[in-house]
């Protein structure tokens, strides 16, 4: 504690109350402790730092869904030409890619819901911000991963229908990574 700062104050005018000579008054003690109490306004860019990880966890989980959808989606027509009857097999990809959507809204609205602007701390906006960031990212890096995944285990599985089990596997792993 520095130098007139008020739980300074606070902890020398409770070790003055103590002393036998103490002049401080009891009003002059309820002042102290209402000025310690008393909340203070944060600072304005914790929110912004909230709000970006909100809008982190979104883009990016979304990004990552989106990217996984197109992918395996590239597969799976690609697969249809050849074996039609297997289309609506192969279309657990788009699926699980879809899922990692899900995931970035699902984290952003709670984010979004922790946020009250006069009471929002500095520490609550860079932990949310970090967390919209890492759930948007391990979305994304997943994403990639199911995109990949799914286009080339949807094409194997065209041509090798006992590599559906390994390929779900690998989904599932995938998968995990957005979790």
């Not at 008393?38 to 982190?56: H, I, N, Y």
């Not at 602007?117 to 960031?133: D, K």
């Not at 890492?134 to 285990?153: F, N, P, R």
């Amino acid at each position: 504690a520095q130098a007139g700062h008020p739980v300074q104050d606070f902890v020398c005018c409770a070790h003055w109350c103590l002393q036998p000579h103490s002049q401080i008054l009891c009003e002059e003690m309820d002042f102290i402790a209402s000025t310690i109490l008393e909340v203070a306004k944060c600072d304005p860019s914790a929110s912004f730092w909230g709000m970006l990880g909100v809008s982190s966890a979104i883009v990016f989980a979304n990004t990552g869904a989106a990217y996984g959808t197109a992918k395996s989606g590239v597969g799976i027509s690609c697969m249809g030409v050849m074996r039609p009857d297997m289309v609506m097999r192969s279309i657990i990809p788009v699926v699980m890619a879809g899922v990692l959507g899900i995931y970035g809204l699902i984290t952003a609205v709670i984010i979004n819901g922790k946020i009250h602007a006069p009471t929002y701390s500095s520490f609550a906006g860079y932990a949310h911000f970090a967390a919209g960031l890492t759930v948007g990212l391990s979305s994304l890096a997943a994403g990639l991963a199911i995109g990949v995944v799914g286009d080339a285990g949807v094409r194997a599985n065209a041509q090798q229908p006992k590599l559906f089990v390994g390929m779900i596997l690998i989904l599932i792993f995938a998968e995990a990574l957005g979790l």
